[in-house]
């Protein structure tokens, strides 16, 4: 399955990238997350605990499914005062 990976804020700063097209045995959210973080070095901000996600400009969580073609976004948790 081919889907298009998103990073915005801090992730996008750290990783140098703001998007890439990822290939793989993709079934949920987090399955994209895991192959990213097998990638290491700054790909491992991915591991945080409270990273924010979404499927096709919709928040989900990691448990969402996935189909040919999805658009996944990253992002840190967003705080505001």
């Known amino acids: 399955m081919k889907v298009k990976v998103m990073y ?6 750290l990783l140098g990238v703001d998007a ?3 290939e793989g045995e993709f079934k949920v959210v987090d ?6 973080l097998g990638k290491g070095g700054a790909y491992e901000l991915l591991g945080e ?5 979404a499927r096709n400009e919709e928040l989900c969580k990691l448990d ?3 189909e040919e073609g999805d658009e996944v976004a990253f992002f840190p948790p967003v705080t505001g005062g």
Do not use: G, I, K, S
Request: hydrophobic share 40%; aromatic share 8%.
């Open 49 to 53: 605990q409270n990273l924010m996600c």
């Open 31 to 36: 399955d994209v997350r895991r192959a990213l």
């Open 20 to 22: 890439e097209r990822m």
């Open 8 to 13: 915005f804020a801090r992730y996008r700063e």
């Open 64 to 66: 969402e499914p996935l």
